[in-house]
């Protein structure tokens, strides 16, 4: 959480995105592989002229996010950042750009326009509530 970037670093290093919900310390412009903590994600990347990368954090649960903020793959956010269970790649809102195989398989910490289903749904693990979340009777 940040209210200026001098809360994310004396140095100037790291921002303050104010846009995220209790702002988000991040770095804008990464490359690959630079985040100091964290993966490089590519947001807004089709068309690429429209492309923005920032450093976020990674997680393996939503118990490492803060509030607000859910762990998911970037390939499960559509273009109005709501978490789907299949986005095809053209209408996906980011997508990791690391070169380090495990950061690009890795989910993130992410705001969401929309609170998206219980962990165990996002992982697969919940198959019938997910049904139950897509208003689906049965499975028809």
Do not use: H
Request: hydrophobic share 30%.
């Amino acid at each position: 959480a940040c209210s200026g970037s001098a809360d994310c670093s004396v140095t100037g290093e790291r921002q303050c995105d104010l846009a995220q919900p209790g702002g988000y310390c991040t770095v804008f412009s990464c490359d690959p592989d630079t985040c100091p903590e964290g993966s490089c994600v590519e947001w807004r990347y089709i068309p690429s002229r429209t492309a923005e990368t920032w450093c976020m954090q990674g997680c393996a649960n939503d118990g490492i996010c803060r509030g607000g903020y859910w762990c998911v793959l970037p390939a499960n956010i559509d273009m109005q950042g709501v978490w789907q269970p299949e986005v095809p790649s053209d209408e996906r809102l980011a997508r990791v750009i690391d070169l380090d195989e495990v950061k690009a398989a890795g989910k993130i910490c992410v705001a969401l326009t929309e609170e998206p289903p219980s962990e165990s749904v996002r992982n697969g693990e919940d198959q019938e509530q997910l049904a139950n979340e897509d208003g689906l009777d049965a499975g028809l």
